[in-house]
Every structure is written in C-alpha cells, then in structure tokens.
C-alpha cells in the first residue's frame, strides 16, 4: 500500500457529508443491543493460542451506570505474565522472519475486520469508559487509520531495508585501515525487532492508542504481551474484542497475548522482566519515569516508548477571533470530560478581551449537556471512577480558596449511578498549583496577561509539552508562538478545537519535554523505527 493510496476513515464525517445523520445513529443504536446482550459473561486471558484462567476474577462495571456489569475478567498474577512472555519470546522467532509484506497484509484485513465491527466496538467503548457516541466512533476510526497507514508505511519503506554496493579494487595492501582498497562488499542496512514488548494500555483511549502501539510493535516484527487497564479504570472487553478480530485477521497465536490484571503485578512484571525487550505506556509522568528508573537501574536497557500526559495550554490574543477561541477552547477542555492527554487545562487570555472572552466561553460550555453519553445530544458523560471524582472535588475546592470560580463545579443528577459532573471554568493566578498540575478531569484554568511574552513565558513554564494552541490574527505572534512554544502538538486558529484531535497522516503525535521520551509520535513517517534497531551487515563475495 503505497503512502498515496491511505485515506482516514471518518466514518461520522462521511455519512453526515452523504446526507445520512439518522442511519449514522441507527447503527449506534442497533449496535448498543448487541453489546448489551453479552455483558455479565466471564472472560479468560488468551495467552498463545490458550484460554487461561487465574484464581480471582475482576468485576468491571460501566461508568455510564455503575449498577450495569460488563463482564468477569481474570484477576491475572505475575506468574500469568511471565508465562505471557515465555510463549511470545517463542512466537518471535518465527514472526521476526516473516516476510513484511505478509505482516502488512495481517494489519490492513485487520483495519477492514475493525471497520465492518466498527459500531459495535464503539458501542462497547461507550459503555466501557463513558465516550460520547461521536468521541467513540472518532476513536475506532483512529485506530483503523492506524493499522492502515502503518502498514503503508512498512511497505513503503520496503520492511525498512536497503542494499549498497562498495566496488573492488584491483590493487592490495597488507594490513587493514580505513579507506583501504578491498574487495568489492555488498551492504545491507536494515531495521530489525528488538524482541517481546510489553503493551500497558490506557483506561481513555483503549482502541486507538492500545492497538496503535501494539500495531507499531508488531508489524516490524516484535511479538506482544498486552496488559488492557485493568484496576480503578477497566476496559477490557473492547481489548478482547480487538485481540479476536487479531487472530481472525490471521494474526499467528503467541504474537498478541492478552493478559488482564493488576498492574502492580503484570505491569510490574513486564516493566522489569529481562526477557521483554521494550515497553510501550500511555499513561502518567509518574508511573513512567518509575519504570523506566527502576529498569535502567537493574541494568536493563528497555527501550521505552512512551507518553506521559500534558498540562496544555492555549493563548487567546487581543487579535484572535474570539467566536473561535471559545469554540476551539471549550471542545479541547471538555470532550470526554477533559480525561485526554491533549486536553485543553489552561487558558491564557490577554486582558484587554478576557472579560468578553470568559462571557461567552460560559455561554458556551452552559450549553454542553452533561448526561448519558450513548445518547446522541450528550456532549459530556461521566468521570471514569471515583478517584476522577474525589480529584474533581478537591480540585474545586481548592479553585474557591485560592482563586474565582466562574462556572460549574457541581454534580450533575441524571438519574444514573454514574459520577456525573458539571464543566468548571475557573480564574487562577499562573502560580496556582491546579495551572501546573495534571488533573484529567473537566477543569479549565483561565489566566490573564498583560502582554504576548508574558503569555508565552507560562505557557512554556510546565514539565509538560504535549499539545498547544494560539488564536491570533497577527502574523508576528504566530510566528513568535510557532517558533517558541515547547509542545509537540501545535495548532494556530483552529475552531474544532484548541488542543486535541490529532488526525493519523496529517498531525504527528508527539510529545516534548515531560510527556515524551523519543520526540518521534504516532502516526508519523518516524514511528515504527522507535520498534526497531539498525543494523549493517556487509558481505564479501569471492
């Protein structure tokens, strides 16, 4: 597949341009029947081709309504996980050697499986972890995109390998230096797998971001032990819905082991085993940093491949469009009830506008229905689990002693037993610890400033650089902001939204300074290389 040939999968975006909105939620609807009937089932692990079980079991309830029961899944031990790594060390053997044009084909029937089940999978991950019906799809399509362009890029590139010819000479010499007349080499130079990769997945994106790093791992040859978030926020069961379509898309047995469980035991054992070769983590600074400390300081060289949050921010300028600030900046804050490593959680507004700014940005956010989030005019659902909520509290408790609430800060009665929250919008001082810390709930911190380096200087003052965003009509400020800003992820005057939204093939995902570790993002051109290491083998024919 040649890099011309991928197209996005913008499934909403496409039956709403074909004039076909109503048969968009129809399948929506139809879909949630399907999904429903199978909750309340025990689920195994599947390591090989093996059903495995563990001696306790998790129960996972959905956030939507807590009294609704998705599935039993197995409480998985260290030793599950070590027999998980045993069995792909095993498959890598063989799966290294297969061709890549094979690999290639497995992750585009793949891509086509997920598109043909693409409403029930959203429908699951709806109830899993409270996504709206559009953040759901939109998720599903991410993760197609990913299996499609990826596999694109493998083939591209030729499995990442390339051959020169370094021409003999007739005249000799008796001893070896550089630059001596030899005979003629012929070079290989290749991208090779590293050998078994643990995958530790996050709660908020467990189909595009979960499958996007295991694509990136597999299809260059690695083999997968994969741990779906498994404690306080569980989603496993659209990972095992992902993990069938796998073996279904021809996947060979060992290459994907799915193994549930807490991740002070099977992540631990998968960050610290010798036998896994590299970690791929979507989740906190914190919990990274540790794994990588504790395994560097065994003296285990793991490759790391890795995000670790953001606290991003957005500039409003005297010269921006503010009808489009305030859109851009109230869907960036509070899709998915701001539980996105891209979310928007602070907002620097010149002073001159910030009074007509703020105005309008409540009128907004007012209008965002909070509710049950597979209903179709749901904007915002719940909170993953109770420590979301206990963090929310806090958080605005904090926001009345130290700084002006302006909008939100209460929980919302929708008849469910879910944690359902209003959006906050609060003015803090920049120096207030909610504007630099990382709190993955609905809350927005609003700091005025006097002039634009003022503006940059606090944008660029967080471990953090994620995502960013500026709404000015001035070319000298967006030169300023495109040259200074310390994010990964940078957008300029965009309407959708301010922060979030990265579309596979168009915008890379990357983060720098805290919230990354290679400066290489997803579905980018640099991507699968993190996979692999080089090497050069020269021959010499005589």
């Not at 939507?64 to 899944?73: C, L, P, T, Y």
């Not at 399509?141 to 493998?154: N, P, Q, T, V, W």
């Not at 898309?249 to 469980?261: D, E, I, K, R, S």
């Not at 209003?422 to 990382?438: D, G, I, R, T, Y």
């Amino acid at each position: 597949m040649p890099r011309a040939a991928f197209r996005n999968e913008f499934t909403y975006k496409n039956f709403i341009e074909q004039g076909r909105e109503s048969e968009f939620h129809k399948l929506f609807e139809d879909a949630i029947a399907v999904v429903k009937a199978d909750f309340g089932k025990t689920h195994p692990m599947y390591i090989g081709n093996m059903e495995v079980k563990a001696d306790g079991l998790l129960e996972e309830r959905s956030p939507v309504d807590r009294s609704i029961v998705i599935g039993r899944f197995q409480k998985g031990r260290r030793e599950d996980a070590q027999k998980a790594i045993e069995v792909a060390n095993a498959a890598f053997a063989e799966w290294k050697d297969t061709g890549y044009k094979e690999r290639a084909a497995i992750f585009s029937k793949f891509a086509d499986l997920v598109s043909k089940n693409k409403f029930t999978i959203a429908a699951a991950l709806s109830y899993e972890n409270a996504k709206s019906v559009y953040e759901s799809i939109g998720e599903v399509d991410e993760a197609i995109d990913f299996a499609r362009y990826y596999a694109g890029e493998l083939l591209a590139n030729k499995g990442y390998s390339r051959k020169t010819l370094l021409g003999g000479s007739k005249a000799n010499v008796s001893a070896g230096f550089q630059g001596a007349p030899s005979e003629s080499e012929k070079v290989i130079i290749s991208m090779k797998p590293y050998g078994v990769f643990g995958i530790i997945a996050p709660f908020n994106f467990p189909v595009s971001i979960s499958m996007g790093m295991s694509i990136g791992a597999m299809i260059t040859g690695n083999t997968v032990v994969f741990k779906p978030s498994s404690t306080d926020n569980m989603t496993m069961l659209v990972e095992l819905m992902l993990y069938k379509l796998l073996r279904e898309a021809g996947l060979p047995p060992g290459v994907f082991n799915y193994v549930t469980g807490p991740g002070s035991e099977v992540g631990d054992e998968l960050a610290m085993n010798k036998n896994v070769a590299g970690i791929a983590f979507t989740g906190s600074r914190n919990t990274g940093l540790n794994m990588i400390s504790r395994s560097f300081g065994r003296g285990m060289q793991k490759v790391f491949v890795v995000e670790m949050g953001g606290k991003n921010p957005a500039i409003i300028s005297k010269n921006a469009d503010i009808d489009a600030a305030v859109k851009g900046v109230a869907g960036a804050a509070f899709g998915f009830a701001g539980q996105k490593c891209s979310a928007l959680s602070r907002v620097y507004v010149d002073e001159s506008v910030k009074e007509v700014f703020i105005s309008k940005l409540i009128e907004k956010v007012r209008g965002m229905r909070v509710g049950n989030p597979l209903n179709k005019d749901i904007y915002m659902g719940p909170l993953i689990s109770e420590s979301a909520y206990k963090r929310y509290v806090e958080s605005v408790d904090r926001i009345k002693n130290t700084g002006k609430l302006l909008y939100g800060g209460k929980r919302v009665d929708v008849g469910l037993d879910g944690y359902y929250v209003e959006p906050v919008l609060a003015e803090l001082q920049h120096s207030n610890e909610l504007v630099h810390n990382e709190l993955f709930v609905p809350i927005l911190a609003i700091v005025g400033y006097k002039t634009f380096d003022e503006a940059l200087r606090m944008a660029n003052d967080t471990d953090y650089g994620l995502t960013a965003g500026l709404y000015s009509r001035n070319r000298k400020e967006i030169k300023q902001f495109s040259n200074a800003i310390e994010s990964g992820v940078v957008y300029i005057n965009r309407s959708i939204s301010a922060t979030t939204g990265a579309i596979v093939g168009l915008h890379t995902f990357v983060g720098w300074k805290g919230s990354g570790l290679t400066g290489k993002g997803t579905g980018s051109t640099f991507y699968l290389q993190q996979f692999m290491r080089e090497q050069s083998l020269s021959i010499t024919e005589g």
